[in-house]
Antibody
Framework: DVQLVESGGGLVQPGRSLRLSCAASGFSFDDYAMHWVRQVPGKGLEWVSGISWNSGNIGYLDSVKGRFIISRDNAKNSLYLQMNSLRDEDTALYYC???????????????WGQGTLVTVSS | EIVLTQSPATLSLSPGERATLSCRASQSVSSYLAWYQQKPGQAPRLLVYDASNRATGIPARFSGSRSGTDFTLTISSLEPEDFAVYYC?????????FGQGTRLEIK
């Protein structure tokens, strides 16, 4: 079975950094694009960033460009999101999601983790 | 950025009834639209992709269709476990975007 397990969330002050991780298992990780999608509790879904199977195609939501960096380590079956210069509006549950396809890296997202909560507050 | 507008915001129906959820794209997304279901405290689940293809393990009562930039998710006969929030999502352009969701509630 496909499993995606996020970690690294927590309470952080505005302007500080946090690194999220996603450990993947149950599928050939290096065959698929991967994503981070966030959700403010009680609100809708917002795509944050995506990365193709070989890291050759990477995209970001405009509001996180220049602050967040997505990466992956195919040898470790892991996805990461380095979040710098955090803002109050980055507060959300962050999901790791697997793409159905390897390259285009825009979904659809056929498997999701349970999410890790990031709270940005002073 | 492509905007997806879902309607209605809330749909109140009874088990056994037919549900019709709509998603309209602000410009063409071809057939690159997916539907997700999210229950409280759970991650979203992919139901339909590329407008009309059911994802693995999704019951046949869920179906998707397209007419131009208008997309429909139909649940033919509601089961108690179908009451949830539903989102559409396009992958035609970056960034991938989601609709604001339709809450399907028990009448």
């Amino acid at each position: 079975d496909v499993q995606l397990v996020e970690s690294g969330g927590g309470l952080v002050q505005p302007g500080r950094s946090l690194r999220l991780s996603c450990a993947a298992s149950g599928f050939s990780f290096d065959d698929y694009a991967m994503h981070w999608v966030r959700q403010v509790p009680g609100k809708g879904l917002e795509w944050v960033s995506g990365i193709s199977w070989n890291s050759g195609n990477i995209g970001y939501l405009d509001s996180v460009k220049g602050r967040f960096i997505i990466s992956r380590d195919n040898a470790k079956n892991s996805l990461y999101l380095q979040m710098n210069s955090l803002r109050d509006e980055d507060t959300a549950l962050y999901y790791c999601a697997k793409d159905m396809f390897p390259v285009a890296a825009a979904g659809p997202f056929d498997h999701w983790g349970q999410g890790t909560l990031v709270t940005v507050s002073s | 950025e492509i905007v997806l507008t879902q309607s209605p915001a809330t749909l109140s129906l009874s088990p056994g009834e037919r549900a019709t959820l709509s998603c309209r794209a602000s410009q063409s997304v071809s057939s690159y639209l997916a539907w997700y279901q999210q229950k409280p405290g759970q991650a979203p689940r992919l139901l339909v992709y590329d407008a009309s293809n059911r994802a693995t393990g999704i019951p046949a009562r869920f179906s998707g269709s397209r007419s131009g930039t208008d997309f429909t998710l139909t649940i033919s006969s509601l089961e108690p476990e179908d009451f949830a929030v539903y989102y559409c999502q396009q992958r035609y352009n970056w960034p991938p975007t989601f609709g604001q969701g339709t809450r399907l509630e028990i009448k």
